[in-house]
């Protein structure tokens, strides 16, 4: 039988992190949830997933940006369940813009938010993961960890950011029975990609729906977005016992767009 274990999930108020939260509670894993949102919506999600699953279901507000507050839900995460055993780095943000007009005020925020709060979380969560020789760390990265996309600069970097924390992060948990691997999702239809079609479409001078079909689709040779749950079945597999030997991999769940 596999021991009770505990998982933070960043951003997960929203789209592939509160599947993977959901996921990990179907597991029988207690989490704390984090991100933004309405407060009784928020509220609502948290006492759905404790009384759903049965597990204990904690919520910190922490800003991802703020590496003080990172500590602090860390710490009311222990506080919480007594350890944690699981951490998922989510939360992430996109802004697409041509070079020379991307803020530089939305360069630092995504660069914070996508690469420097898994830093912070990690730094945070290591030392009891290496104590009780036991931790998954999941990065949800993105197909943009492995290729790029024009005018997303700041987005593809963080995320090829993502993907060597990760490979430094493997080498230093290897012994200590701590994992870490980038999951690398296509296109998802979550708020997050919802919110850039109309980006998109003012970037390229084209219309809305041809931004969904002859931009994000048309990267995915399966012509459909990646769910939500086969993201949360992959991230629950990588947390899982069976995937102890899997660590430092950066995988694509992207209907094979990598392939081109
Ligand atoms: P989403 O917008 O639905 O959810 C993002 C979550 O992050 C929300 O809960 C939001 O409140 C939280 N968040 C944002 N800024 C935060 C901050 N400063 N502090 C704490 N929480 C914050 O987006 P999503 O599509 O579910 O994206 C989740 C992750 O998956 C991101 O890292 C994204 O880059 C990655 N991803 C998404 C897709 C996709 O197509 N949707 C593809 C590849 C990778």
Not at 93 to 101: D, F, R, S
Not at 228 to 251: P, Q, R, Y
Request: aromatic share 6%; glycine share 8%.
């Amino acid at each position: 039988m596999t021991a009770k274990r505990s998982a933070i999930v960043t951003g997960s108020t929203s789209g592939i992190g509160l599947a993977i939260a959901r996921a990990l509670a179907e597991t029988g894993s207690d989490v704390m949830l984090n991100g933004f949102g309405d407060a009784a919506e928020i509220e609502a999600m948290r006492a759905g997933v404790a009384t759903r699953y049965g597990v204990e279901a904690r919520y910190s507000g922490a800003d991802m940006s703020k590496p003080d507050q990172i500590a602090r839900m860390v710490d009311e995460a222990t506080e919480a369940f007594g350890k944690v055993d699981i951490l998922v780095n989510n939360a992430g943000i996109q802004y697409v813009a041509p070079i020379e007009e991307f803020p530089p005020e939305k360069w630092d925020q995504i660069l914070a938010i996508n690469l420097s709060a898994s830093f912070h979380a990690i730094r945070h969560v290591f030392p009891g993961m290496k104590q009780r020789k036991f931790g998954r760390i999941v990065q949800i990265a993105s197909a943009h960890a492995l290729i790029a996309s024009p005018f997303k600069t700041a987005y593809v970097a963080a995320k090829h950011g993502i993907a060597g924390l990760t490979k430094t992060v493997a080498l230093e948990g290897a012994e200590h029975g701590i994992t870490a691997n980038a999951v690398c999702p296509g296109y998802v239809l979550t708020p997050l990609v919802e919110k850039q079609i109309p980006e998109q479409a003012k970037a390229r001078g084209i219309s809305e729906d041809a931004v969904i079909r002859d931009v994000l689709l048309a990267a995915q040779p399966t012509k459909r977005f990646v769910t939500v749950e086969e993201v949360a079945a992959l991230a629950v597999f990588l947390c899982s016992d069976s995937a102890a030997s899997i660590t430092g991999t950066t995988i694509p769940i992207d209907g094979g767009w990598t392939c081109h």
